[in-house]
């Protein structure tokens, strides 16, 4: 149970917005029980969660399980979650119910309560809906033991955001996970100024897996913005959504830096990518999506539109890439600046432009 009077382990406080509405400010330090601290302000309806500065030992891994929460660290080079021996066996989907260890694949997640708590690919639609309006920022999470078998040890994923709309994730680290971000069935989600070292994906964006665990027609809007992310094989990756736009974010070293399959509508624009192994970027059955004012740097492809992908085609999109613009790119040292995969599977309307080519990378 929180303890409020004792300083020792939290500090709490009411404070009073303009709008006259009582908020809940909980402030934890080292050694105290973050996930307690978030019970509490999610039972009065919303609040602040102030990590202070300092190494944090979760032991398990944080669900946010309500909206209006925000969960502050003191800076990502201050406080630090540290989920390293933090070990789950996963859930089936079904599950039967809730993880028997309280470990689930996000380390830190912005995730309803349902009957699947916080699994990778929920199999049916929150009871009470999503979530709306939580906040992760200044902190880093982190784990140091995922070498050998990554794919087995949850939490996979550092920071998530599931089933919740309207997250914002800011000036976050994440290291050591499989995953270093995902926003998974999440609408109007905000990244912004994160770091990310990943063992396979810096940032997914959207809707993975297929039947049983399709339950959502796609996830629309947000803005992913000044991420850093290197060495990892997966740059940003965006399936099955609509209106995502992705600018001013450095990727480093990624087999493909920016892919997207399935969907339409996106922007990607004033991104710098270095040293792609495959592709700057890659479009599988994407529509109107403008690629514009990016620079690119000894890459094999600048931009790849890829063949027929059936994951694509059971989120409902079958039609071939089309009515695509890649427009005002900077290409240095990029062998081959558009490469058609499949020439039988491309659409009739897509448009290049102004892209300037030379062989020197600023």
């Known amino acids: 149970m929180l303890n409020k009077s004792s300083s020792a382990f939290v500090v709490a406080l009411l404070f009073y917005s303009a709008s006259a509405s009582a908020q809940v400010l909980v402030e934890v330090p080292p050694g105290g029980d973050i996930q307690?601290?978030?019970?509490?302000?999610?039972?009065?309806?919303?609040?602040?969660?102030?990590?202070?500065?300092?190494?944090?030992?979760?032991?398990?891994?944080?669900?946010?399980?309500?909206?209006n929460l925000r969960l502050a660290g003191a800076?990502?080079?201050?406080?630090?979650?540290?989920?390293?021996?933090?070990?789950?066996?996963?859930?089936?989907?079904?599950?039967?119910?809730?993880?028997?260890?309280?470990?689930?694949?996000?380390?830190?997640?912005?995730?309803?309560?349902?009957?699947?708590?916080?699994?990778?690919?929920?199999?049916?639609?929150?009871?009470?809906?999503?979530?709306?309006?939580?906040?992760?920022?200044?902190?880093?999470a982190k784990r140091d033991d995922q070498f050998g078998d990554p794919t087995r040890l949850n939490p996979v994923i550092g920071v998530v955001s599931l089933w919740s709309n309207h997250t914002l994730i800011q000036n976050v680290r994440s290291s050591g996970f499989l995953i270093a971000f995902r926003a998974d069935r999440s609408d109007n989600v905000t990244f912004a100024n994160d770091v990310a070292t990943a063992f396979n994906t810096c940032l997914q964006f959207g809707e993975f897996g297929g039947p049983p665990l399709q339950v959502k027609p796609h996830t629309t809007g947000g803005s992913v913005h000044a991420i850093d992310c290197q060495n990892a094989p997966n740059g940003i990756s965006i399936s099955n959504a609509v209106g995502v736009d992705l600018h001013h974010n450095s990727l480093q070293g990624n087999q493909i830096a920016i892919q997207a399959v399935g969907g339409r509508g996106h922007t990607f624009h004033f991104n710098t990518i270095k040293n792609s192994g495959v592709a700057g970027f890659n479009l599988a059955q994407v529509s109107a999506a403008s690629v514009h004012h990016n620079s690119l740097c000894q890459s094999p492809v600048g931009l790849r539109y890829a063949g027929f992908s059936s994951a694509a085609s059971s989120w409902g999109w079958a039609d071939p890439s089309n009515e695509n613009v890649f427009h005002h790119n900077d290409l240095h040292g990029v062998a081959t600046p558009i490469l058609i995969v499949d020439p039988n599977f491309i659409g009739p309307d897509n448009l290049d432009f102004r892209n300037t080519e030379d062989d020197v990378c600023p």
Not at 40 to 59: E, F, K, N, R, W
């Open 75 to 140: 800076g990502m080079n201050e406080t630090i979650l540290d989920f390293t021996g933090v070990h789950g066996s996963g859930l089936p989907c079904p599950p039967s119910g809730p993880s028997p260890d309280g470990i689930y694949p996000g380390a830190v997640a912005a995730t309803p309560p349902h009957s699947q708590q916080e699994v990778t690919g929920p199999c049916t639609i929150p009871e009470n809906g999503s979530l709306e309006n939580v906040v992760f920022e200044g902190f880093t």
């Open 36 to 67: 307690a601290a978030i019970n509490d302000v999610c039972s009065q309806g919303g609040g602040t969660v102030t990590l202070a500065a300092g190494i944090h030992y979760p032991g398990k891994t944080i669900n946010v399980q309500c909206s």
